[in-house]
């Protein structure tokens, strides 16, 4: 597939790889568009995709048990949908449903480590660009549930 990483949705993620190593990961984005109100996936399932979002919003969610799913962020264009392809056991650790039509790259995660395997410049700033995504996930979740729940000392229960 030839993708333009420079077009819409492709600053972020992809414009802070190497530029050698963006075209070998280009070559294996599948474009895909998403209905709004997609299910993209759940909390436990297998994580073997990931996405670059082009344009739409994507809310990451939690579920919150007697509560049901709790938004803790929503992922727009340039964002990466999807870190726990990554890591082991690869299960999603939130779940993900579009909020409007929603364009992306796609990429297989299995496919996409095998590259990295060959090709350690791009493993390295992967694996970088995933660990700043998860410190900004779990600060956002962080923040989303103290939101929720209250903070010691302002009247409401943990």
Do not use: K
Request: charged share 25%.
């Amino acid at each position: 597939m030839t993708a333009d990483p420079g077009g819409p949705g492709g600053e972020g993620l992809l414009a802070a790889l190497p530029a050698e190593e963006r075209e070998r990961l280009m070559a294996l984005a599948r474009d895909t568009l998403m209905p709004a109100g997609t299910r993209v996936f759940e909390e436990g399932e297998e994580a073997d995709r990931f996405w670059v979002l082009r344009s739409g919003t994507v809310a990451l969610d939690v579920q919150v048990p007697g509560r049901g799913r709790a938004v803790v962020e929503t992922v727009g264009a340039g964002g990466l949908l999807g870190w726990s392809w990554l890591c082991p056991p690869r299960q999603w650790h939130l779940g993900a449903e579009t909020r409007e039509p929603t364009r992306a790259w796609m990429f297989d995660a299995a496919a996409v480590r095998d590259l990295c395997a060959v090709r350690p410049t791009l493993g390295l700033a992967l694996v970088t660009l995933v660990a700043e995504t998860i410190g900004e996930r779990l600060r956002a979740t962080r923040t989303r549930l103290l939101d929720l729940y209250g903070t010691p000392g302002n009247g409401r229960t943990p």
